[in-house]
């Protein structure tokens, strides 16, 4: 028995074969089960100092009060208040917070919607129209060549692209297809959508990619040779295979493009509000708790959109 | 630039040399008897502000001169507020604007500057003090002017005192007064009025900038300008006050007068120079940096006057004993000239005037300060070209400039609604 072994040995008795009845007796034997929270456990504390005591903290600081200069530590739900103020009286229009709420949504669904299109594509062809792994592999690491350069600046590369005098509107009107150059293509909800499929696109591919691969290619020729059009193979063979990977594409999007505010302020020309971008600016305002409330309802919202998802599909039961 | 970098290198070596020879002295051990390498210890001042007054050559000179190295630590006006509540130890030396401290004063995080160890605080330009131009012409006091906010009752005081003491709540470094910048080669006629930012002939290339202290005092100069209400105080808006100037903000906006908003110096420049906008909110600065890059672009005085600003310097509460020290020798440096004059050279204000001057060429002084048309080139600090000879600088003198200032960056009673209708029209 070498030393891994020993080791192995005293940490779960009985898993080599033949050699754990001879050391079964002893008293220092560890249970199973604390086996498993050992094992369980470098990944728990991480979980709980990184995520859950701030999110702890982020949701007692929403109920705390506050003034110009300082959190006043008394319970208060002015945060909350703050928040939705005026938006009985004005129904039946929309308050600034639904109105965001409602933006930050549609801009949600969009890059969602065109993303999935375009990453199950993408995800498709390396799955099944690339043979050879080598370049399934090449062409993979490919689609991560955009990601070798900062969030920020392929962001900010759509601007000189797109601007009033950018490279398109220059193009279209030397075309003559335009007299004037376009405005809607930069600091436009456009303008957000595009720069946030840009960047977000690959974490649809990745997963659905995933997905894909696992498929057993026996199933399709099944699907085939039981007369199954390329349309119903796809339907009723690789959409519901490759749904995992879907599911956990749209939760990668959806979370990431709810709190997003950057991409929305530049690409947006900061015209455009998003959740996040309230939060940012009450925080600037050192409203802290108010700022807390609403990283709470964001929070709340971003969950139960997923929420909705995993209920249509049991992750861990296709997994 | 070869003989500075020639220059540089041998102070170092030298310093290297020294430091060699003072550790090899201790190391050998034949100096007995001696406890400590004193001059080894380092004069180091965490120095957190807005990038305005941060300059690599600013910090070199001062390390030159004085022996202190400044650490930068660069964040936005807000950030800078936000950090000096929740981190106050994380600085040593504060450079933040007089508008903050509405804020920062009452949280106790600060410790208010001795005048009587500063020694040119007798020659502050009267701007601050007094709340007139050297020439004696009054100056608008709308907003928080630096005068209404410069002293404190007592050194641990929270409160504002009404007439001077001697506890200074920011030593003036930097100041300046704002107006729009605009395109003159695609406007192609006079600017003259505010007003003209929500001229509809500007449709989708106005802006303003996203930072709500700063800009509804712009807005409030355009509502004024525009005869539709005249202010008690800008810079201290009612409630209606706010709703109105917000309701005119907002039909602008969802008329689409705007292209975009900005929030720091580059966007306002990339604005700027790619047309994208023809009138907007601007930094003096921002437009030399957009002239630089050979687009025409004016610092537009208007008949209304300037929104002016001023920041300076004051300590952590955490800093005393030496570093206390260091503290007042660095403020004292910064006043005593290089670092004003290199301000003056980049179209902002110095706060003592005369340590400035005596640091410029005489041509430069009459170009920057006294609006006179250039004799030379006049030339940034890092020695590219602004302006041929010839030139006159937009707005004229230091007298016309700040003597026509109508208000002062500000924080508002009513901040917190106001920010908050700043979000409604965001969102609008």
Redesign the interface.
């Known amino acids: 028995m070498d030393m891994s072994e020993e080791v192995l040995q005293q940490a779960s008795p009985g898993l080599i074969p033949g050699s754990g009845t001879a050391r079964a007796a002893k008293p220092t034997r560890l249970s199973p089960s604390f086996i498993s929270w050992l094992q369980a456990g470098p990944m728990m504390l991480v979980f709980l100092a990184f995520f859950l005591i701030p999110l702890v903290f982020v949701v007692i600081v929403s109920f705390w009060d506050y003034n ?3 959190l006043l530590p008394a319970f208060s739900v002015r945060g909350y208040t ?1 928040t939705f ?1 005026g938006c009985i009286a004005q129904l039946p229009d929309l308050c ?1 917070i639904g ?2 709420y409602l ?1 930050t949504l549609k801009l949600c669904f969009l890059v969602w919607a065109i993303t999935l299109f375009i990453g199950f594509w993408v995800a498709y062809f390396l799955a099944f129209h690339v043979k050879s792994k080598t370049w399934q592999m090449g062409l993979s690491l490919l689609c991560t060549i955009p990601f070798w350069t900062s969030n920020v600046i392929r962001m900010i590369a759509w ?2 692209l797109l ?4 490279l398109v509107n220059s193009g279209l009107m030397k075309t003559g297809l335009v007299n004037q150059p376009v ?1 809607w293509l ?2 436009s909800e456009f303008s957000v959508v595009l720069a946030l499929v840009h960047l977000f696109t690959f974490f649809m591919v990745v997963p659905i990619f995933n997905s894909m691969i696992r498929i057993d290619k026996s199933l399709i020729e099944a699907a085939y040779d039981a007369g199954a059009t390329g349309l119903q193979t796809l339907v009723n063979v690789i959409i519901p295979l490759a749904k995992p990977g879907i599911v956990i594409g749209s939760i990668f999007v959806i979370t990431i493009v709810m709190g997003d505010f950057i991409t929305i ?1 530049v690409m947006g ?3 455009i ?1 998003a959740a996040g ?2 939060i940012e ?7 802290f708790p108010a700022a807390a409330a609403n990283a709470v309802i964001l929070l709340a919202i971003t969950f139960l959109i997923i929420t909705m998802m995993s209920r249509i599909v049991d992750i861990r039961k296709e997994l | 630039m070869t003989e500075t970098t020639k220059k540089g290198f041998s102070r170092r070596s030298l310093l290297k040399g020294t430091a060699g020879l003072a550790g090899l002295a201790a190391g050998s051990g034949v100096i007995t008897g001696f406890p400590y390498v004193h001059s080894a210890e380092p004069k180091v001042l965490r120095y957190l502000g807005t990038a305005v007054n941060e300059g690599d050559d600013i910090s070199k000179q001062c390390l030159k001169d004085t022996g202190i190295k400044i650490e930068y630590i660069t964040a936005t006006t807000d950030d800078v507020t936000k950090r000096v509540m929740t981190q106050p130890n994380s600085f040593d030396v504060l450079d933040t604007e007089y508008f903050s401290l509405k804020k920062i004063v009452p949280s106790g995080n600060i410790l208010a500057l001795d005048a009587k160890k500063i020694k040119e605080f007798d020659n502050i330009t009267p701007v601050f003090t007094k709340g007139e131009t050297p020439g004696g012409k009054k100056i608008g006091g709308q907003g928080t002017a630096p005068w209404k906010v410069l002293y404190l009752e007592g050194k641990d005081s929270k409160k504002f005192a009404t007439s001077a003491t001697e506890f200074v709540t920011l030593i003036p470094t930097v100041y300046n007064a704002d107006t729009l910048g605009i395109r003159p080669d695609l406007i192609k006629r006079p600017i003259s009025s505010w007003s003209e930012l929500l001229n509809p002939e500007f449709k989708g290339k106005a802006s303003i900038l996203n930072i709500p202290s700063i800009g509804i005092m712009d807005a409030a100069m355009v509502v004024e300008a525009s005869g539709k209400y005249k202010y008690a105080d800008k810079g201290n808006m009612t409630k209606e006050e706010i709703d109105l100037t917000m309701k005119v903000m907002t039909e602008a906006k969802k008329a689409g007068q705007f292209r975009a908003f900005w929030k720091d110096f580059n966007e306002s420049v990339n604005l700027m120079a790619s047309g994208e906008t023809v009138i907007q909110s601007m930094w003096s600065p921002a437009v030399t940096k957009v002239r630089s890059m050979g687009i025409a672009c004016t610092f537009q005085p208007l008949k209304e006057g300037y929104r002016s600003w001023a920041s300076g310097f004051c300590v952590s509460k955490g800093v005393s004993g030496a570093k206390l020290d260091w503290a007042y020798e660095f403020v004292n440096w910064f006043l005593s000239g290089y670092a004003g004059a290199y301000l003056n050279r980049q179209g902002y204000y110095s706060a003592v005037l005369s340590t400035a001057k005596a640091h410029m060429e005489p041509y430069e002084w009459a170009y920057w300060m006294e609006g006179k048309p250039a004799e030379k080139d006049i030339k940034a600090p890092d020695g590219s070209l602004l302006e041929k000879a010839g030139a006159v600088r937009d707005g004229g003198s230091y007298e016309d400039r700040m003597g026509a200032v109508a208000c002062w960056n500000a924080v508002m009673d009513e901040n917190d609604y106001m920010v908050r209708k700043w979000n409604e029209f965001i969102a609008a």
Do not use: S, V
């Open positions: 110009e200069y300082q703050d103020e600034t109105k965001t933006k601007i000189p601007g009033r005098n950018g405005e930069l600091f302020g020309g900061q015209q509000a971008k309230i600016t009450r925080l600037n305002a050192l409203q």
